[in-house]
Each structure stands twice: as C-alpha cells, then as structure tokens.
C-alpha cells in the first residue's frame, strides 16, 4: 500500500482507503469452499433447491492482472480513492477540506479533466479566483472547459492587470463556444481585441476588431440583438477610434480610416477626425495630403491629443524635405494659441533641440508655472545640467521633488545626475550655502533633493543630514521621508543606521498601521544587525498593532527563524497558518502563507520529521500548482529517501525546464535519476549543477554517481572538491565523510 502520509490526518475514511491497495487486489477474488459441502440434514420443511451451495468439480483459478500494474497505475488508482473521498466531504459541505483533496488527486492523476474541472468550479464558488485561474490553465490542456467560467476568470485577471493572461483565457473560451460566431464571440472577440491593444499586439488586435465590424455589419446573422450591439460599442465614438487606431498600427490603413469616420459619425469632431486621417495619409505615403489635415486639426486650436500632432508635423515635414519650416509653423501657432500648452511645450522641446536655450529655458518656466508636467521637469534638468547652472538645478531639482517625493519620475536626468560624484557634491555644497544663508528659504522640495541624491550616491552622513532638514521643514511628511531612507538603508545593509531611522518612525506621533510598519521594518534592521531580542520585540509590537494582517505576525516568524529559534519560529508560523488560511481576498496574505508554509517544511526537514515536511510542501502544491521550487523540494524530498521516485522525477523535471539555469534543480534532478539507476543521465545533469554551482552537496552527488559508473577518478575528484568546500564552510563532520569516500574508494 502506498503511503498516504501527505494526506491530511483523518480526511480519507476507512471505506476510501481499503481502495488504495495494489491493482492486483482491486477486483477481490471470491472465496469458494475448498470441497464440497456436506449433504444437509432432511427435515420437515426442507429448503427450496434453488438456495443449495453451488458445488464446483475443480476449484477455480485466482483472476490474476494480464500485467502488473504500473506506476501511474497505482497513482490513478490513489487518486481515484481521492476523489471519492472528496466526493464525499463536498457533499458534507466541508467543501474547503474537499477542495484540497481534489488538488491532491489530480497531482496522482494530472490528465484527469474531471478532478481539474471540479478544482475550478470548486475554488471559483468559493471565491478563490486565483486559484481556479492556475487550475483553468490545466484543465485547458485537457478539455474544452466552460466558455462561461472562462470568461468570468478573464475578466478577474484583466482587473488583475494580468493582460496577457487573460487573453489566454478569453482565445480558450472563444475556442470551446460552440456558437463562436454568435453573439457571445463576439463580445469576447471585443475584449480580446481590447487587450491585444494594451500589450502592443496590434496585428492580433485588428484581426480580432474585424471580426466585429464584420458581426455589426449583419447583427441578425451575427446573433447580435440591440442589447448586445449596445455593450459592444458602449460609447462609440472612443470606441471606433480604438479600433481605427490598432488598425492603423497593424499597417491596414484603409480600415483605420474607416473606423475613424465611424467615430466621427458617432461623435462629430471634424479636427479630431482631421488628425487621424493625417495619420493614415503618413502611412499611406502620402505627406502633403498628411499636411493639409494636420491644418485643419491646427485651425481648431484642440489640445486632446497632447503633443502627438506636433511630433506628427515634425514628421511630415521631414517627408517633404522642408523640415526647417517646423520651429516657424509651432511659432505661428503658438502666437495665435498661447493657451495651448502641448503646443507650447512641443516649441520649447524643438528650441532645447536646436539649441536655442534661453528661448527654450524662458517657455519652460512660464509653463511650469501654469502647468507643470514631469516632461517639463526633466526638460529643464537636462538643460540646467549641461550648462553647469548648480543654483538653476537645485531650484527645479526641488520643485520635482516636492511634488513626487522621489527622483524616480525624471528618470534618465535624473539618473545622469546621480551617476555624475562631481556634480553631486556641487548640489550638496549649494544646498548647504543656500540654507546657512537663507534658512527660510531653503524650502522642503530642495532639501529632500538633496537627501536622495545623497543617499542614491552612498553619502549617508550627508543624506542624514538633509532628510533630518526635510522632516523638520515638512512634519506631515516625516513618515514617508523616513520609509524612503530607512528602506534604502536596508537595501544598502547599512543595518545600524537603518535602526537609527526606523526608530525614529517607531516614536514619531502617526496612525498605528504607519506605527506598525516602522516596527515592521525596524525588527529586519535589528535582526540583520544581530539584535534577536530587540528584533523579536518590535516585530512582535508591530504584530499587536495589525492582528488581522498575516505579513506582521510572520515577521516574528521570519525573526525566529532567521535567528535559528527554529521550535518558536514553527508555533508562530503555526499560529499564521491556523489564524489566516481563510483569506483569500488578499493576495498578499496568500504569498505570506506560502512562505511560512517554506519555513514550515524547512524546520520539519531540519528535525528529521518528512512526513510533515512533504505536508506541507504538498499543501504549498495545492494552492499553487505551478510552484517549481515546491515541486522541487518535495521531488528531493523523495528521492533522497528513496521513495515515490517515479512522481519526484516527473515534478522535478518540470522546475529544471521551467528554470534550467537552477543549479539546485539539476541538482535535484540529476539525484533523483541516481536513485531510479539512469546513472549516465545523473552523471550529465549533475555536472551541468556543478557548472551552475560547485556546492559541496552536488559535489557529493557527482561522486556517488561516477562511482557507479565505475568512474573511480572522477569519482575521488568530486568528493575532494567537496571535502574542501565543506571545511570552507566550516563544515569539518561532513568534509571527513567525503575524505572517508576517497579512502574507501582508493585505499
């Protein structure tokens, strides 16, 4: 009988579990007296003879399997006492305990649609929608599944932001409704073509676009009733230019324009019209029709479309050999439309270009003074940067800041600055003469400025200094001042100064989630400083402060544990896991609770209790299928023990593929290969880990697989390298096993 341990402790009933014997035992043979049966005695009232034994003249032959069954038999065989069991627990309304067992039989059988589809229907009823997504993407593999299903995990994943994904989902339910063509292809076909656009696949867009310009054209052959031609187009007007516009980007230009005349009979707007025409006319080849277009859009004095028109006329002069006409045309414009500033900020951007910068300098601060924009910003730090203009920098340096709080929106300017010690040091040396000056005026924006681009370039005395000028120019801003520089402090392991500030959060006055993440982060900085007992105190502050949210309580976890506390680490992991596991409407929470189930299985290994370490690498498994470090774990689990080999090879193959640069996978598997006696294919995969990672474990691996293979050289030379990369590690029992090895091998 084969092991049920991974099962959670009293789910299968004893009826269930008299299935799981061997194949051979399934079909139970029926037991016939070994002879005759006596003559019963006569008596008044005799029995009818139809009821007398049946006496047989040779016994009958045991049924016996033509074959005897295989590895995957007996799995099939598992997981159908699985089903049954969960079956049963459903019908109980323990539909939480079935589910689960539901996911354990179809890893025994992962070609079973049926325990696939009743996984997703199962987890989407019960409002695990991330979970029914990874098993839909199974059960699609396997069978045509519910379009409707489908299509409601599509719509989960696109609020997800999962685009790709959910494309996936919706081409798999296009594909399993029968009445594709019907009114419900359509509609997915318009969300399909919806997302295509988002992710830039305009080719597939415009396919899937046609099919519904197509539908509308004949909506009673189409199955598209009024209701249904309402939700296709919803507004029309954006509508049709969504579609002209992934027409125009899948170079078919004619249906692009069409699509666009569309918009405009929906929503008349003849410059809007105007401009996409113009673009079409461009691709077409056709830049001096492409000009009189842009003109109209011009005449209208519009600004939706941002500076698009402008780059556009850009181009169309180009086209036409006059591109010198462009800075006069934008200042003619400009004149008659002063108020348009994507107008105005296209001239500025065409005046930095040509190098007119104090002509472009002037625009760009009138503009930042009405309507600033990160464009506006990066512009002028590119230019006040190439001309040396300190004062100028650190000015608009502080006006960025001030409005974001980071140097991240300026991207390559701001990049440049930081990569530039020289100019830093400039910035700092200006700050500081600035404030001794004027303090008053050296306002909040600068001072941050100062304090990132300081911490960005390792400067932490300096950072120190400016983030403490920041905080008292701007209480109110002291908790995310201080987030930014304890974190990049952390990043930076510069642990003790990383306490310094997350204290100082700890003790500033704010609301208790803020309280709770400066203790949060503050327990990391002090572990990673070598402070447990500190740690364990503010983590477990911060804990108190957020009972309900699992990421505080599994940072006393992640202390204990990391301090090697592993028998507290496990009762408070414990806790987690009991307290949390009915969340899931935060996927946060699901990530902390693979995590602790990771330390859980780690612990248990560590104690030598593998039973419960698979258990919870199998529950890891449950909820994410595709977890190839799980599958890899509880694939090595098995085959160091010898056990489940066939299953182990199947999981473990998996993560190496998914991730073949893994040495740890090649590692695992070239074990597990070793263990079922496909001693070349151990041999290959164990030197592709050592090339990964000369780890002493692998080494180790390497050694015992050519000493199989009678590769006795080979053989005493891994297990050297491992004996020296132990006693590096300061492992010296298990450097002497290795030495030991070579003894033994060549005396």
């Known amino acids: ?28 043979v029926p037991v016939l007296p070994s002879e005759p049966a006596a003559k019963p005695r006569e008596t008044a009232s005799a029995p009818d003879s139809r009821l007398a034994p049946l006496v047989l003249e040779e016994k009958p032959e045991p049924l016996v399997p033509k074959r005897a069954p295989t590895v995957d038999d007996r799995d099939r065989l598992e997981a159908l006492a699985m089903f049954s069991a969960a079956r049963m627990l459903e019908s109980q309304g323990k539909e939480t305990d079935a589910l689960r067992l539901y996911q354990r039989a179809f890893r025994y059988d992962p070609h079973a649609a049926t325990l696939a589809r009743q996984i997703v229907v199962l987890a989407y009823r019960k409002d695990r929608h991330a979970e029914a997504v990874r098993y839909a993407f199974r059960l699609i593999d396997l069978e045509k ?27 798999n339910a296009l594909s399993a409704d029968s009445e594709g063509s019907r009114g419900t292809g359509v509609l997915l076909r318009m969300q399909m073509g919806r997302l295509y656009h988002l992710v830039e696949k305009y080719d597939q867009a415009a396919e899937c676009f046609d099919a519904v310009l197509n539908a509308l054209k004949d909506p009673d052959s189409a199955g598209l009733d009024e209701q249904v031609r309402k939700v296709l187009l919803g507004d029309p007007a954006p509508t049709y230019n969504l579609i002209g516009e992934a027409f125009l980007l899948a170079g078919r230009s004619k249906e692009a324009a069409a699509a666009f005349e569309n918009g405009h009979k929906a929503d008349p707007k003849q410059g809007l019209l105007s401009y996409h025409l113009a673009r079409v006319d461009m691709r077409l080849g056709k830049p001096e029709d492409a000009l009189v277009k842009l003109e109209a859009y011009f005449a209208e004095r519009l600004s939706t479309e941002a500076m698009e028109p402008y780059r556009l006329l850009a181009d169309v002069l180009k086209a036409l050999g006059r591109p010198k006409e462009l800075v006069p045309r934008l200042e003619s414009l400009h004149a008659k439309d002063n108020a348009n500033v994507p107008l105005a900020y296209s001239l500025a951007e065409q005046y930095r270009e040509a190098g007119e910068l104090e002509k472009a300098e002037k625009l760009y601060r009138e503009l930042m003074a009405r309507a600033p924009t990160t464009v506006g910003y990066r512009s002028l730090i590119d230019l006040y940067r190439k001309t040396g203009k300190t004062e100028n920098l650190l000015e608009i340096l502080g006006e960025s800041v001030a409005r974001t709080a980071s140097l991240e929106p300026l991207g390559a300017e701001g990049k440049a600055i930081a990569e530039d010690v020289a100019l830093v040091e400039k910035l700092i040396q200006a700050a500081r003469q600035q404030y001794k000056a004027r303090p008053t005026d050296f306002v909040y924006g600068r001072r941050l400025a100062i304090a990132l681009l300081a911490l960005d370039t390792k400067k932490y005395d300096d950072a120190e200094e400016f983030f403490l000028l920041a905080i008292e120019a701007k209480p109110d801003q002291a908790v995310q001042s201080l987030l930014t520089w304890g974190l990049e402090l952390l990043v930076d392991e510069q642990y003790s100064r990383a306490v310094d500030v997350f204290q100082r959060g700890a003790q500033h006055e704010s609301k208790a989630e803020e309280q709770a993440v400066f203790h949060f982060y503050l327990a990391a900085a002090l572990e990673m400083d070598g402070r447990t007992d500190d740690a364990l105190a503010a983590a ?50 699901r990530e902390v609770l693979r995590e602790a189930r990771f330390v859980l299985s780690n612990i248990a290994v560590a104690e030598e209790k593998f039973p419960e370490a698979e258990e919870w690498l199998e529950q890891v498994l449950d909820e994410f299928p595709d977890d190839v470090g799980a599958m890899n774990d509880l694939g090595y689990l098995w085959a ?31 074990w597990v290969l070793y263990r079922m006696g496909r001693l070349e294919e151990a041999v290959a995969e164990l030197e592709k880990a050592v090339a990964l990672d000369p780890d002493p474990v692998v080494l180790d691996h390497l050694g015992d697989a050519c000493r199989d293979l009678k590769k006795s050289d080979k053989a005493v030379e891994s297990w050297r390298k491992a004996a020296e990369r132990f006693k590096e590690k300061g492992e010296a029992d298990k450097a002497a096993r290795m030495e030991k090895k070579v003894r033994e091998l060549k005396p």
């Open 145 to 171: 599944p519910d379009p409707l299903l489908l299509n409601q995990l599509a719509m989960y994943l696109t609020d997800q932001g999962e685009w790709d994904r959910a494309i996936d989902l919706y081409r």
């Open 540 to 589: 477990r502050a911060g804990a108190k402060l957020q009972p309900d949210d699992p990421r505080f309580l599994g940072r006393v976890g992640w202390v204990l544990y990391h301090s090697r506390r592993n028998t507290e680490a496990s009762n408070v992991y414990r806790e987690l896991v009991e307290k949390h596991d009915s969340d899931h409407g935060s996927s946060e929470a």
């Open 640 to 670: 160091d023990r010898n056990e489940h080999l066939h299953r182990a090879h199947r999981m473990i193959r998996t993560a190496a593929e998914k991730e073949p640069d893994n040495a740890a996978y090649r590692d695992s598997l070239g």
């Open 1 to 28: 009988m084969r092991s049920r341990r991974s099962c959670p402790a009293g789910v299968l009933l004893p009826a269930i579990v008299a299935i799981t014997v061997s194949w051979a035992a399934a079909a139970p």
